[in-house]
């Protein structure tokens, strides 16, 4: 399409110009009368009665016995909670021997179905951590077990 003006001064040609309808308000649908009533109470009973516990074996982090978190406070909270699994791998890391590779926290989000709030439903803290050995019986161990399995690998396509 070649760009033109016309006798208005308006560009013409350069994109294509449709007939649209303005758009009115629509009213109230069904069920929105319950989301809105929640909104007016303040939390819901989903979210009043929604409770936080921490399913890991580490006995010195927050949430072993369950507690309840609002929604709106959610994320700092449960971020809080995976940080102390971090600074517990960081501890692990720097004991002798071992290293912290990696470690990562992720959040789950979720939204309620009574109210429609997005929060915070739970966060997975995922480390790597490696382990060295200067026992030099565990080192032949190794070589040992390496011998067994070398030549071990076949290459069929060759």
Known sequence: MIAGINMRGQVTGLYPQYN???ISPIGKTEGTDA???SEKKGECQTCKNRKYVDGSNEGNVSF???????PEASDAVVMAHEK??????V?????ANKELISATVSLQMAVC??????????????TTMATYSDNPYDQARKSIEGSFLAGQNIDYVA
Do not use: L, Q
């Open 91 to 95: 501890n692990e890391g720097n004991k």
């Open 84 to 89: 102390e699994h971090v600074a517990n791998a």
């Open 113 to 126: 179905p009574e109210c429609g709030r997005a929060y915070v439903a739970g966060g997975t803290t995922r």
């Open 20 to 22: 649209v309808n303005p």
């Open 64 to 70: 072993k016995t369950p507690g309840h978190i609002s």
């Open 35 to 37: 989301v809105e009533k």
